[in-house]
Structure formats: structure tokens, C-alpha cells
T-cell receptor, first 114, second 111 residues
Framework: GAVVSQHPSRVICKSGTSVKIECRSL??????MFWYRQFPKQSLMLMAT?????????EQGVEKDKFLINHASLTLSTLTVTSAHPEDSSFYIC??????????FGPGTRLTVT | QKEVEQNSGPLSVPEGAIASLNCTYS??????FFWYRQYSGKSPELIMS????GDKEDGRFTAQLNKASQYVSLLIRDSQPSDSATYLC???????????FGKGTTLSVSS
């Protein structure tokens, strides 16, 4: 149990375009989902906490107008990177939490902006 | 600033040995503690959670928690080359639901 999927696994886009990443909890309902970013050889950095039916809470330094998060249902959250630039190239990982505090991570999305 | 500290390693152990990974945290009110394993290029995988003082065993893994010392550890018995990965300690602080991660300890198990 506790399976989280992400789509796409890899995406290459041109600078200035937008990219949407989907995160789904497959076998449980997740009232809370989290979005992380990880640069090479660094630890995970929490970007935002997404609550179903309400606005996401962004961490300090994360631009909410650039990283749009929508959590429209108990099994789906999306992250849209708007007007992507090469410095946005990173490994984006979502996690979802069932009723317990344990968080389960999706497989990640590797974004490359050219 | 709530922090989780880990020795970055690398920690090198021979196959079959016990690997001991350590973590300290700064928020004394923290209640939930986790160990994740992350292989290179992959996302983290939850291997242990612990909420009470003492030991918790699951197969070859044992998590140990000492809230008075603000210390949590992970022991891996009979280490295998497939255990070679980065191990992330994560804590949920008193006030939140988000995980606070340490920078991770790289474990290398040689055959």
C-alpha cells in the first residue's frame, strides 16, 4: 500500500514555457501533499505544502506565482512551473500523507529546461 | 531554525557488518521521526518510522530514539551491497506536518 505516482518522469522544455507535473496517491486519500525540489548532491528542499481544497503554503523563498500548485481532489495534486528557465532544472518530488504522519514519495520528475 | 544534523559520510562497512547511522535534531518538541533511503537518481523510500523512546525493529533495521538526548539512530544488521545508498533522517516538529530532512549519510557496503 501507500503508492504515489508522478507524471511525467522526465521532461525537457524550452525556456519560457510552462510544465505541469502530476502527483497521485493510488491507494489512499491524501488530505496533504508536499512538493520538494532536489538539486544534484543536495538534500530535499520543501517547496510547498498542498492541502486539498485550499491554497498551498509556500516555503520562504519559493515564488508562488512561478510554482503553481493545485490540489483539487484527495488523490491528485499538480505543480506547474511557469515560464521555466534553465535554473529551474531540477528533480521535483512529491509526497503524500495518509492519516498518519508517514509520508510516501512519488518517483520524481526530472525537469530539464533548455 | 529547526535543524536535523547527520554526518555526511561516506560511511564504509564490509558486507555482513552492522552499519550505524546517527542523527540529532534541534526541536525538543518533535514527536515523529523517520528514516528514508535514497538511491542515486531516485526518490526517497520510507524504511522506518519511530515515535516513542526506545528501539523499533523491522527485519535487518533497528531504529533507536532518545528524546532526552534529541538523538535518533538507524542500525542495519548484516549489511549488503544493495544497502549502499544515502540515508535521510527526517523529523516532524512540534508545530508542523512537514518533514525536516537532514542532509543525509552516504553508506557504502563493500563485498
Amino acid at each position: 500500500g501507500a503508492v504515489v505516482s508522478q507524471h511525467p518522469s522526465r521532461v525537457i522544455c524550452k525556456s519560457g514555457t510552462s510544465v505541469k507535473i502530476e502527483c497521485r496517491s493510488l491507494d489512499f486519500q491524501a488530505t496533504t501533499m508536499f512538493w520538494y525540489r532536489q538539486f544534484p548532491k543536495q538534500s530535499l528542499m520543501l517547496m510547498a505544502t498542498s492541502n486539498e481544497g485550499s491554497k498551498a503554503t509556500y516555503e520562504q523563498g519559493v515564488e508562488k506565482d512561478k510554482f503553481l500548485i493545485n490540489h483539487a481532489s484527495l488523490t491528485l495534486s499538480t505543480l506547474t512551473v511557469t515560464s521555466a528557465h534553465p535554473e529551474d532544472s531540477s528533480f521535483y518530488i512529491c509526497s503524500a500523507s495518509p492519516q498518519t504522519y508517514e509520508q510516501y514519495f512519488g518517483p520524481g520528475t526530472r525537469l530539464t529546461v533548455t | 531554525q529547526k535543524e536535523v544534523e547527520q554526518n555526511s559520510g561516506p560511511l564504509s562497512v564490509p558486507e555482513g557488518a552492522i552499519a550505524s547511522l546517527n542523527c540529532t535534531y534541534s526541536d525538543r518538541g518533535s514527536q515523529s521521526f523517520f528514516w528514508y533511503r535514497q538511491y542515486s537518481g531516485k526518490s526517497p523510500e520510507l524504511i522506518m518510522s519511530i515515535y516513542s523512546n526506545g528501539d523499533k525493529e523491522d527485519g535487518r533495521f533497528t531504529a533507536q530514539l532518545n528524546k532526552a538526548s534529541q538523538y535518533v539512530s538507524l542500525l542495519i544488521r548484516d549489511s549488503q551491497p544493495s544497502d549502499s545508498a544515502t540515508y535521510l533522517c527526517a523529523v516532524i516538529g512540534q508545530a508542523g506536518t512537514a518533514l525536516i530532512f537532514g542532509k543525509g549519510t552516504t553508506l557504502s557496503v563493500s563485498s
